[in-house]
């Protein structure tokens, strides 16, 4: 079947899950090349993305800008090399056993994953005003000390969207289980949270910003 034909319908993409998404989108792509990511783009202009949570997801400008980058270097960068490598794969002759046409294929389809991926959180994005954080208890992007009634060590923890989370530089997520323990709590409160390695004994210190 022609790509025209294959491209010309309403057929919703986003109600495909895991290997059968990736199947078609590869199988559609490998044939149809560029006119396949043109048909995306013009799909995702005209109807946006599927939100299966509509949750807001909250983030600081910089953050988002990143976001915003790497979704266009995908769309438009991305797209175009691993397609030119499933042409120069195709080239080859048979594919039936042609390993690199098939590993161009499947990175192509998980590309599209992460790109749809990246789409929704920007499309329910919501910039974090960092001016006017309040400090009377613990929110987003507030700097909050607590101490472990247990060890008796103390800790300085950042909350911040799932997407800025990095526990290693002393961000964690509001959504992990320590961002939700001490959520909305203030300075004297003591919490108790279950974490996979058992459960902690945490006594506010601290808020700020």
Do not use: W
């Amino acid at each position: 079947m022609p790509c025209g034909n294959r491209l010309s319908g309403n057929y919703d993409f986003s109600l495909e899950k895991g290997s059968v998404f990736i199947e078609k989108v590869s199988r559609i792509a490998g044939r149809c090349g560029d006119a396949f990511f043109f048909y995306l783009e013009r799909r995702a202009g005209s109807t946006g993305p599927r939100h299966m949570d509509q949750e807001k997801i909250y983030m600081t400008r910089q953050r988002l800008t990143e976001l915003e980058e790497e979704v266009k270097n995908l769309r438009f960068h991305g797209r175009r090399d691993i397609a030119q490598r499933i042409a120069d794969a195709r080239a080859q002759g048979d594919l039936s056993e042609n390993a690199e046409y098939d590993a161009a294929r499947e990175e192509q389809g998980l590309m599209e994953l992460r790109i749809r991926k990246m789409e929704d959180v920007l499309a329910r994005s919501a910039i974090i005003d960092e001016t006017n954080i309040q400090t009377d208890k613990v929110g987003i992007m507030t700097r909050v000390t607590v101490l472990n009634s247990k060890t008796k060590k103390k800790n300085e923890y950042q909350l911040v969207s799932a997407e800025e989370a990095d526990f290693e530089g002393g961000k964690i997520s509001v959504a992990s289980p320590i961002g939700k323990g001490i959520l909305n709590k203030k300075v004297g409160d003591e919490v108790q949270v279950k974490v996979p390695a058992g459960m902690l004994e945490l006594k506010i210190l601290s808020i700020g910003k």
